[in-house]
């Protein structure tokens, strides 16, 4: 924590003056780069594109359709304005019930609708930010313990623990098995931290999973819901990308184990589901965020703790209208998974090209990108630093670097690639293969690659990359220096 | 690290006895299932929970919540339940939208998620700044000056916006108090604070009392005693919140108050909040003086002191906009501003609704018409309950400003206890059914004394209330007898009200009897 700040005297809180709000990190430099020198197609072509950002910008002019289609839906147009009044004083903390039944039924939905969901345990909050918040609030005291698989989403250090006074304990999942989550990790963490004399009240993760891009399989999902059963410790499944599934299998939902298994398996008093139109439906401005949980008294208790959060009235009113509509809904999931599934495969092609590969990922909004081949020294987390800059300032992209999500190896970086259009996502494309190329001096023929034979591919990649990595070294020698100007945006808020 | 029981109540009955006295005559609903044995399954349920489940710091056990309970369950409708509960008890401001509604019908841009007729819609969609839009912003601020008469200025970079003052109050706390710190705040006082203040963040509060003899006006040994009290409770104080004016007194602080808490606040090197919520909502001939006011003419703005005080504003009582959720801390301590900021992550305003109201506040025009218009019918609406009150021989506090007059019951009371306010309460919400809300819930140190809304019903509705409430007052022995001496009562008092208005007017400096 850091010391207590004094104000003409008067101190302020320890919240308030320690760096829990994980902000001065030295992360955000690509966020400063970025402002200083963001991309515009044609007012700055050679400024930073912005791939840190994850964010659902492929299916807005629907929404923006439907809304144009709907003009009841808006308290403020002629046709709606009757409801002006009405929907100004509505501030019951239960929300809207109209607003309740439609998220319910589009969580349904986006789900497959292999599983429903009550309207009367849906819960709001401003944001998932905000959920994630009171969630800790009602399960944990301060000093308590979460476990969180890593690598994990960087907000979470806020989220769960700013204000929460929570510890989050991670447990480790690594690539050599594509970093999936086990049950033998999550009750290795936790016994670790018993030993301690820690006191752990549950496990948080995300799934589909920010920064992987991945879902847990069934399986594992059941047998984590046996775990902290046994253990009678909480399960909060964090689910704001469950609409971004483009490809595979279908997505699991913690909710549809609690159905599938065995009564005497399951305790749903330790099960909650934290969810957010953010993401599924890019709409992040409009702060809708859902804790829906199997426990009465949390449902209570996080329904009194909306007060602190509610959704606008306004939002709620015309997002009961638009959810409730079936056919827009089915038009929106499908179109949003085809166009998620085009923009993916474009850029992991075109990474593929520049010799570069991911994890294989069938959801979220960006990819996790394997870039240790490019380290100096694969061991080292000073170098994917260094290595972090080379991007941002010679390739001019921001995406941010594994050691931000906590991952435990050097080299993973995320991006992302649904918060821009398909002309930015080529130029960035570009940028990477030429930077590439430039530096290995290979030009590589594109039609080539997928002709040739895969042991050739494999030999040709390994010589890319070792050239790659003393052509970085180079650079590394030459030594950069990070731009560390001050961001007045925080970039938190979009990760 | 948490106290569950409140160290801030100083009347006679103690919490936990009201709540099972009121759990005799109402049914009781999941919420107070804490009331009954406790099972070992239900025990064992509330262990695996954070202790913040478990107590009751949401204070929605509070008579002041149930009361809006009891009315869910049977709400008047003029045409559907004519005989149903009327709400006097949410202190709402219905009486402009008319005027919104009509400045909508006129700027389709700003209904149309358009500027200069370019849609915006993408761009609301993924705004997400915490900073909040600077047009926003800027309106905010230009409006709380317009409110002020332009005598102060606000710094738009100074706002924090947060999801309701609710939150506004609770993020100050985070940032101002540790858990276990003190706040002091003047009785009565709004009930939600026991919530918004208290709860997440672990504060305390530790009342000033104010009582009936000066009007409820804040003075300067109730200040000390309640620095007192909190030390001899072990408790630090960080710092004193008002609300300004006053909920549920109907009052504007008068300077001489304010002044009092300025050099209060200095020599105690604390923080002072003002919670300006119903700033908008002055109707009387005296102009609101905010403590930005004070600040200026005490000439310490830039100052330590300066940066030790903090506004909290909202729009949910002046525009009538509650379900907009907008609220705002404004500081002049660069370091809350930053730390205030990176909080209202948890608590943003929806950007659909930053826009629309950056749009209508922008309006100069619809500003200062509609803060004229709303004053004249907050007036005129007081004045009906007031009158009305009176023919029932009940008088009111004076008040001139805020949603809600602070009505004297006392005579009313079988005896001068919070058992008899409580025993009144009952029989006003379940015989005469209506929600008002008695003085206990606000921490008042008075039995008798209730707050009653005006502005969140139709004229019709109101004059049905009073009437209600009369002919229960003259079915009552009590009322029998104070319907013959009222005329008396009342001529006197008129005589009182007006000499005072008199004295204040020459004296503006000294404290009236009677407020």
Redesign the interface.
């Known amino acids: 924590m850091g010391s207590l700040?004094k104000?003409?005297?008067?101190i302020?809180?320890?919240?308030?003056?320690n760096d829990h709000?994980g902000?001065n990190s030295e992360y955000f430099d690509g966020w400063k780069s970025y402002d200083k020198d963001p991309f515009h197609h044609s007012r700055n072509p050679c400024g930073i594109i912005q791939m840190g950002l994850a964010?659902n910008?492929l299916c807005?002019e629907l929404?923006?359709g439907w809304?144009?289609d709907n003009?009841k839906a808006?308290i403020?147009?002629?046709e709606g304005?009757g409801q002006?009044?009405d929907?100004?004083?509505?501030?019951d903390y239960h929300g809207l019930k109209e607003f309740r039944q439609a998220i319910a039924h589009f969580m349904g939905k986006a789900r497959g609708g292999r599983v429903t969901f009550d309207p009367e345990r849906i819960v709001m909050s401003?944001?998932a930010?905000?959920a994630n918040?009171t969630i800790m609030?009602?399960?944990?005291?301060?000093g308590?313990v979460f476990l969180v698989p890593s690598p994990y989403y960087a907000a979470f250090d806020?989220?769960l623990r700013?204000?929460t006074g929570v510890e989050i304990i991670p447990v480790h999942c690594y690539s050599s098995n594509s970093f999936k989550l086990t049950v033998e990790a999550v009750e290795w963490a936790y016994k670790k931290a018993q030993e301690s004399n820690k006191k752990v009240k549950g496990l948080i993760l995300t799934n589909p999973s920010n920064p992987l891009g991945t879902m847990l399989d069934k399986d594992t999902l059941k047998n984590l819901v046996r775990f902290v059963t046994r253990k009678?410790i909480?399960l909060v499944v964090d689910e704001i990308y469950a609409g971004t599934v483009f490809a595979g299998e279908n997505f699991v939902s913690v909710a549809e184990v609690v159905n599938n298994v065995d009564s005497y398996e399951v305790n749903v008093?330790?099960i909650h589901i934290v969810y957010s139109l953010?993401k599924d439906m890019?709409?992040?401005?409009?702060?809708v965020g859902i804790i829906y949980s199997y426990?009465?008294?949390?449902v209570?208790?996080a329904r009194?703790?909306s007060?602190?959060?509610?959704?606008?009235?306004?939002?709620q009113l015309?997002l009961a209208s638009m959810l409730s509509d079936d056919r827009f809904v089915e038009i929106f999931l499908t179109e949003n998974s085809r166009r998620l599934k085009i923009r993916h495969e474009d850029y992991t092609s075109g990474l593929k090209k520049a010799g570069i590969t991911c994890l294989t990922s069938n959801a979220g909004l960006f990819v996790w990108m394997d870039l240790r081949h490019l380290l100096r020294d694969r061991n080292s987390f000073e170098s994917e630093i260094e290595l972090w800059h080379i991007i941002i300032d010679k390739v001019k992209l921001n995406v941010s670097p594994g050691s931000s999500f906590h991952c435990t190896e050097p080299g993973w970086f995320r991006a992302c690639f649904a918060n821009m259009d398909d002309d930015t996502l080529h130029a960035a494309l570009r940028r990477i293969q030429a930077f590439v190329s430039k530096n290995h001096k290979i030009v590589e023929n594109s039609s080539d690659s997928d002709q040739i034979v895969q042991s050739n591919n494999v030999k040709k990649q390994k010589w890319k990359q070792s050239n790659l990595r003393l052509s970085f070294r180079r650079l590394y020698e030459d030594g950069l220096s990070s731009p560390g100007i001050m961001s007045?945006?925080?970039p938190?808020?979009?990760t | 690290?948490f106290l569950l029981a409140s160290p801030t109540t100083s009347h006679s009955i103690p919490t936990k006895t009201l709540i099972q006295d009121l759990s005799l005559s109402f049914s009781l609903s999941?919420?107070y299932s804490s009331l009954r044995p406790k099972s070992l399954d239900f025990k064992k349920?509330?262990k695996?929970?954070?202790?913040?489940?478990t107590s009751n710091g949401?204070g929605?056990d509070s008579s002041y919540f149930l009361g809006w309970e009891e009315y869910e369950k049977n709400p008047y409708d003029e045409i559907k339940n004519p005989n149903g509960m009327i709400q006097m008890g949410l202190a709402?401001n219905?009486l402009c939208?008319d005027l919104?509604?009509s400045w909508?019908?006129k700027n389709p841009d700003?209904?149309?998620?358009k500027r200069n007729g370019q849609?915006i819609?993408?761009e609301?969609?993924?705004?997400?700044?915490?900073?909040g839009m600077p047009e926003f912003k800027k309106a905010m601020a230009e409006f709380m000056e317009e409110i002020r008469g332009n005598r102060v200025t606000f710094d738009p970079k100074k706002i924090v916006l947060a999801?309701?003052s609710?939150?506004a109050n609770?993020t100050l706390m985070?940032?101002?108090?540790?858990?276990g710190?003190a706040f002091l705040l003047p009785t009565p006082y709004y009930p939600g604070f026991d919530?918004?203040l208290k709860w997440?963040t672990g504060a305390e509060i530790v009342p000033i009392h104010c009582s009936s003899s000066n009007g409820f006006q804040i003075t300067e040994s109730a200040l000390q005693q309640a620095y007192q009290q909190a030390q001899k409770l072990d408790l630090k104080v960080?710092?004193v919140l008002v609300t300004n004016p006053s909920n549920p007194l109907g009052t504007a602080l008068t300077r001489r108050e304010l002044n009092l808490l300025v050099d209060f606040i200095t020599s105690k090197?604390?923080?002072l909040i003002s919670d300006e919520i119903y700033s908008g909502t002055m109707f009387g001939f005296e102009q609101f003086i905010s403590v930005m006011d004070v600040l200026k003419d005490k000439k310490l703005e830039n100052?330590?002191?300066s940066?030790?005080v903090h506004v909290v504003y909202s729009l949910?009582k002046d525009l009538?906009?509650?379900?907009?959720?907008v609220g705002a801390i404004y500081s002049n301590?660069e370091?809350?501003v930053s730390?205030?900021?990176?909080?209202s992550?948890?608590?943003?305003?929806?950007?659909?609704?930053q826009y629309?109201l950056s749009a209508l506040l922008s309006d100069k025009k619809f500003t200062s018409q509609y803060l004229e218009e709303n004053q004249k019918r907050l007036k005129s609406r007081q004045k009906r309950l007031v009158s009305g009150l009176e023919s029932a021989g009940i008088t009111c506090l004076r008040s001139n400003a805020g949603l809600f007059c602070w009505v004297d019951m006392r005579h009313l009371l079988d005896t001068n206890t919070f058992e008899a306010e409580l025993d009144l309460w009952k029989k006003i919400v379940y015989n005469v059914k209506l929600n008002i809300s008695p003085g206990s819930s606000c921490h008042c140190t008075e039995p008798g004394w209730f707050r009653v809304c005006f502005a969140?019903m139709s004229e019709d509705t109101l004059d049905l209330a009073l009437k209600r409430l009369k002919t229960f007052v003259e079915s009552t022995d009590c009322g029998r007898m104070i319907s013959r001496s009222s005329h008396e009562r009342l001529k006197s008092l008129r005589k009182k009200t007006v000499s005072n208005w008199v004295f204040r007017v020459s004296w503006s400096d000294r404290v009236p009897d009677e407020r």
């Open positions: 700040k104000n003409g005297g008067a302020l809180s320890r919240i308030a003056t709000h902000e964010e910008q807005l929404i923006e809304i144009k003009p808006s403020c147009t002629p304005v002006f009044g929907i100004a004083i509505f501030q401003g944001g930010t905000g918040e609030f009602c399960l944990a005291d301060p308590d806020r989220d700013w204000r009678n909480h008093d330790l953010s890019g709409l992040p401005g409009f702060r426990n009465d008294l949390v209570s208790c009194k703790m007060s602190f959060g509610l959704v606008s009235s306004q939002t015309m007045p945006r925080s938190l808020l979009r | 690290m999941p919420h349920k509330m695996q929970l954070s202790t913040k489940v949401h929605q709402e219905q939208f919104i509604e909508l019908a700003a209904a149309s998620l849609s819609f993408r609301l969609a993924l705004f997400q700044d915490y900073h999801a309701g609710t939150s609770e985070f940032c101002l108090a540790e858990p710190d919530r918004d997440r960080k710092g090197n604390i923080h100052t330590d002191v940066k030790r949910s009538g906009l509650p379900g907009f959720r301590d370091m809350i730390a205030a900021t990176k909080m992550s948890f608590g943003l305003v929806s950007s659909q609704t629309l969140n």
